[in-house]
């Protein structure tokens, strides 16, 4: 597909889940993929909307001509991802936040005092977003990323045909960051690109494939 006027949604950052009424669970992601895949598809004529986790790790200037949409909590994300799919039409979604994958059984509606000597949780799994992309716009363009902290290569390719085939999307990013340093494949049905040893290379691959699906 050409680029220039399409309509791109982007997912970054990380996500929050309550367990009382001031503390949270968090990841470490910091929306820095985001960032990079939103520049590299404005600046090829795109239109880009952006859901953003929390935080503040992005200089203002860095966002201009990016449609913003932040949210905190996973279920702030739920809605805002579902109301941009339902409301407007898209030619991709690239769906790289760092999804909360568990939950609190149940929250508390109020701060648990810091002088309980233990504090059990219980977590349950949280709705996989990743496959309800497509539930508005059944020809949509989508793709994943597994994140897979160490991973070799073996299980990088692996784990993200996986989730290529029980999401049933068109790319996935399979990424680690073994040894400190960052490495991504990006898998279709029959291929494997990579490895692609910055962000801003594997963007830069990955915006050929959406222009030139196979």
């Not at 932040?70 to 409301?87: A, C, G």
Request: with cysteine.
């Amino acid at each position: 597909m050409l680029l220039k006027g399409k309509t791109i949604l982007i997912t970054a950052g990380p996500t929050w889940v309550a367990i009382d009424q001031v503390r949270v669970i968090s990841n470490l992601a910091s929306g820095e993929t985001g960032f990079i895949l939103a520049d590299k598809f404005k600046k090829l004529g795109a239109k880009v909307t952006l859901l953003l986790g929390p935080g503040n790790f992005y200089h203002p200037g860095s966002l201009t001509g990016i449609k913003l949409i932040r949210f905190n909590y996973f279920s702030e994300l739920v809605q805002r991802l579902d109301h941009e799919l339902k409301n407007h039409k898209f030619a991709a979604v690239i769906h790289a936040a760092a999804v909360a994958d568990y939950q609190p059984k149940e929250v508390t509606y109020r701060k648990v005092s810091s002088l309980r000597k233990n504090w059990r949780i219980d977590l349950v799994p949280t709705k996989k977003l990743i496959n309800c992309l497509r539930i508005y716009q059944p020809d949509l363009f989508t793709v994943g990323f597994k994140f897979q902290p160490d991973a070799r290569k073996d299980t990088l390719i692996k784990k993200g045909r996986e989730l290529l085939k029980s999401a049933n999307l068109n790319l996935v990013v399979a990424n680690s960051n073994k040894n400190n340093g960052y490495q991504a494949y990006i898998l279709d049905g029959l291929n494997q690109y990579g490895p692609f040893l910055s962000k801003l290379k594997m963007a830069d691959y990955l915006s050929k494939l959406v222009r030139n699906p196979c």
